[in-house]
């Protein structure tokens, strides 16, 4: 038994809005076998437009049940059967949510005539009830009302059948089948195309434009992902309502194609994606001449309009980091504001540091010593490439550690032996930066050593 179900509701999700009319009409296939209708009180107002299209207004539903007082008739007429819409994903979210708020779990196989009329009439220039109907000559009355859009979408499923579809709608309601939770203007066939490997993928908009970037190490497993719940909030119903398209980079390993999502938000910045947009590097290790002459280091928050030294995600970190300078170059831990308050350093208690917060040492002794620090900090920093899979059998993939700092990534052919950097950078792309990509970097690095090769030995 096909349930077939339309609703006139206050808003496009169900988590804020509420529905104001519903229609159900039971069809076994050939023919209507009842029906159930009625307004709904909502309980909230109707907006203005929503009036104007559907004719619904706040006093013809003054007097109509609530949708807890319906729940249990609604319930029992669509547990047992095929939950049928132009759209389904709209209504059941809907219905599901409002029962779901009642006490009552409804799971029920989903058909979605958009799809079917798609796989069964193709060629329609628009699959919307009213342009689908008018193409197949079905007449709608009362359109914009749950009766006659319900009516209309029976109608249209009987038209489905006759024209064959019924093996279409046996496919598409057998088990393993995901179709139906699919975004309605995104065709299966994308997701059917789509590798089940590493990857990076993109949800594209009516335009073309995208509006969603994201990261997987299986792409089709994780694409459909995204579709196997139907959340009743405003972001989730409009983030599928405006995917229309997928595309698709393969990358060969997971940690490119983490590398990859974060260089393509940052340049794309997708309407959808929240994460990753504002990350920056939160604190910086910056020298600057004091009015004495002096050489000092600093840890601060990033700033824009100086170059630091080296960055760091955590203030931690860095402070570690300026520590064992001062420690290893013997600097004045008040120059570089570990100590503070009057007096000598503890450096100079110690004999640990020559006394330049007292001006017992030159600048220019100090400064040499200072100046030597940075460039040994920068010397150790490591320079290395990660050689791991490509996106196929002929070629590895390579991303390059450059003097502690994201350099790029790229393939090489998978015989090549290559001596040098300057070699190397041919085959690789550049990309900018952050704490986080270098960080990625280091933690497979290590969790994988054996994939690290120093330059001479690619």
Known sequence: MYAIVDIETTGGYAANNAITEVAIVLHDGNREVKRYETLVRPDQTI???????????????????????????????????????????????????????????????????????????????????????????????????????????????????????????????????????????????????????????????????????????????????????????????????????????LTGTELMAFLLECIEIKRLWPLYNRSLKRFEPSFGLYIYEDRNGYSRLVLEKKKRQMIPVYTFSQLQEGRQLLMRLVRVAQLCPKLCYIQTGEGPCVGMQQNTCRGACEQQETPESYNRRVAEAIASLQQDLPSFALLDCGRHGEEKSCILIEQGRFYGMGYLPVDSSIADADTLKDYLTRYPENDYMRSLVYQYAEKWPGKKSYLGLV
């Open 47 to 249: 907006p203005r437009y929503i009036q104007s299209l559907t004719g619904i207004t706040d006093e013809m539903v003054a007097d109509a049940p609530p949708f807890e007082e319906i729940a249990p008739i609604v319930y029992e007429w669509l547990k047992d059967a095929v939950f049928v819409a132009h759209n389904v994903n709209f209504d059941y979210s809907f219905l599901k949510h409002q029962l779901q708020a009642c006490g009552l779990d409804l799971q029920a196989k989903k058909l979605c005539t958009v799809r079917l009329s798609r796989k069964v009439f193709p060629g329609i220039p628009s699959y919307s009830l009213g342009n689908v109907c008018q193409y197949l000559g079905i007449a709608i009355s009362n359109r914009h009302r749950a009766g006659g859009d319900a009516d209309a979408t029976a109608t249209l499923l009987e038209r489905i059948i006759q024209a064959g579809g019924l093996e279409q709608i046996r496919v598409m309601l057998r088990g393993k089948n995901r179709e139906q939770y699919l975004p309605i203007n995104l065709p299966a066939e994308q997701i059917e195309g789509l590798p089940q490997v590493p990857g990076v993928y993109y949800f594209h908009d009516q335009k073309g434009k995208v509006i969603y970037v994201g990261k997987a190490k299986n792409l089709r497993h994780r694409v459909t992902s995204h579709f196997s719940n139907n959340k009743p909030g405003r972001q989730k119903q409009e983030f599928m309502r405006n995917i229309w398209s997928v595309s698709y980079e």
